[in-house]
């Protein structure tokens, strides 16, 4: 019989008198010491950011907070409006819309740019910046022939440009984080919009993608960071769904509205009695 695997994890320990997290005492070291993004930070890379570092990560979960309206929150709202002991139903529920056209292409902008450029933050064998341009245009092309959806271009709303873009990529620059990843996703823009024909701006989510790979950081990494960002977001939707209520508005208007053209309308015997 094969010897059963250790059971190992290098996060955190508990006894009776202290808690330990990636070798920092929590009561001590790190509440009260450390902000919620530092300490994101620390439990994905098991270390804590330096200075530059802090202000560019905490920037990317900031940015995944909160964008009024959309799928996740719609989700988290309705699930509430069913279950309202439950606020961690609601939470998971507006969660799981997040994939690859919400949040989640944060992780197929950041494997896209981390495939083209394994060793992109300018190691031995990187390409020269002359040559991502050229790069650029074979990821679209072969986009395009896979029928595939880029990752992190446009936005329905934010047109031409994604002001979060241009604030991320601000920073970027401040802290020393603005390199071949991001230059690339800018190449990776260009060359969409002439495939396509129209602007094809980074949109946030290919922003963060990119600044993951900057940070050093798995592009697995990236979704995660969207997930437990806007997490935060949902909590803030769910408590004023709690007081300003709207999912059962909407429900009974959606319910309305969708049915409206076939109200009244029966087949078989019921037919043209109405009802």
């Given at each position: 019989?094969?010897?059963?695997?250790?059971?190992?994890?290098?996060i955190a320990w508990a006894t009776p008198e202290a808690i330990g997290v990636h070798g920092y005492?929590?009561?001590h070291d790190l509440m009260g010491e450390v902000n919620f993004g530092d300490m994101a930070?620390?439990?994905?890379?098991?270390?804590?950011?330096?200075?530059?570092e802090s202000r560019m990560f905490n920037a990317i979960l900031v940015t995944l907070v909160e964008h009024g309206i959309v799928p996740s929150t719609l989700a988290a709202?309705?699930?509430?409006?069913?279950?309202?002991?439950?606020?961690?139903?609601?939470?998971?529920?507006?969660?799981?819309g997040l994939g690859s056209v919400f949040v989640g292409s944060t992780e197929g902008s950041a494997r896209m740019l981390a495939a083209a450029l394994p060793d992109g933050r300018g190691g031995?064998?990187?390409?020269?910046?002359?040559?991502?341009?050229g790069l650029a245009e074979e990821i679209?092309?072969?986009?395009?022939?896979?029928k595939k959806i880029i990752p992190g271009l446009g936005h329905p709303i934010h047109k031409p440009l994604d002001p979060r873009t241009l604030r991320l990529f601000a920073i970027a620059q401040q802290t020393g984080f603005h390199g071949r990843y991001v230059a690339?996703?800018?190449?990776?823009?260009?060359?969409?919009?002439?495939a396509y024909g129209k602007a094809l701006p980074v949109n946030a989510t290919g922003a963060i993608g990119a600044l993951c790979c900057e940070m050093g950081l798995s592009w697995k990494v990236s979704h995660g960071l969207g997930v437990m960002a806007r997490a935060v977001g949902l909590v803030g939707h769910v408590l004023e769904e709690a007081k300003q209520p709207m999912a059962m508005e909407l429900w009974h208007r959606a319910e309305d509205e969708a049915t409206a053209h076939s109200r009244g309308k029966l087949r078989g015997k019921a037919g043209g009695k109405g009802v």
């Amino acid at each position: 019989m094969k010897k059963n695997t250790e059971l190992r994890s290098d996060i955190a320990w508990a006894t009776p008198e202290a808690i330990g997290v990636h070798g920092y005492d929590l009561c001590h070291d790190l509440m009260g010491e450390v902000n919620f993004g530092d300490m994101a930070f620390l439990e994905v890379t098991g270390r804590l950011p330096d200075a530059k570092e802090s202000r560019m990560f905490n920037a990317i979960l900031v940015t995944l907070v909160e964008h009024g309206i959309v799928p996740s929150t719609l989700a988290a709202r309705m699930t509430y409006a069913g279950a309202p002991e439950a606020m961690q139903a609601a939470v998971a529920a507006g969660l799981l819309g997040l994939g690859s056209v919400f949040v989640g292409s944060t992780e197929g902008s950041a494997r896209m740019l981390a495939a083209a450029l394994p060793d992109g933050r300018g190691g031995q064998g990187a390409p020269a910046d002359a040559s991502l341009a050229g790069l650029a245009e074979e990821i679209v092309k072969s986009h395009r022939a896979e029928k595939k959806i880029i990752p992190g271009l446009g936005h329905p709303i934010h047109k031409p440009l994604d002001p979060r873009t241009l604030r991320l990529f601000a920073i970027a620059q401040q802290t020393g984080f603005h390199g071949r990843y991001v230059a690339l996703m800018q190449c990776v823009a260009d060359a969409a919009g002439a495939a396509y024909g129209k602007a094809l701006p980074v949109n946030a989510t290919g922003a963060i993608g990119a600044l993951c790979c900057e940070m050093g950081l798995s592009w697995k990494v990236s979704h995660g960071l969207g997930v437990m960002a806007r997490a935060v977001g949902l909590v803030g939707h769910v408590l004023e769904e709690a007081k300003q209520p709207m999912a059962m508005e909407l429900w009974h208007r959606a319910e309305d509205e969708a049915t409206a053209h076939s109200r009244g309308k029966l087949r078989g015997k019921a037919g043209g009695k109405g009802v």
